[in-house]
């Protein structure tokens, strides 16, 4: 498995998320680097908006 360190914050002190992740080899196999890239960022994608960040917006 390849290994990733995912990371995510905001501007304020003590909001950043890291965590290694690991990605199924099976997922980069074959691919170039573009390809590879596009799927390292879907993995990094449901990784951030699952469980590490909450957002939203309401009309005021």
Avoid at 30 to 38: P, S
Wanted: a negative charge; aromatic letters at 12%.
């Amino acid at each position: 498995m390849a290994k990733f360190i995912f990371n995510v914050s905001t501007k304020y002190v003590g909001s950043r998320a890291e965590e290694t992740v690991e990605v199924p080899d099976e997922d980069l196999e074959g691919l170039n680097e573009d390809e590879r890239v596009k799927v390292i960022n879907e993995h990094w994608e449901e990784w951030l908006w699952n469980g590490n960040i909450d957002g939203g917006w309401e009309e005021v």
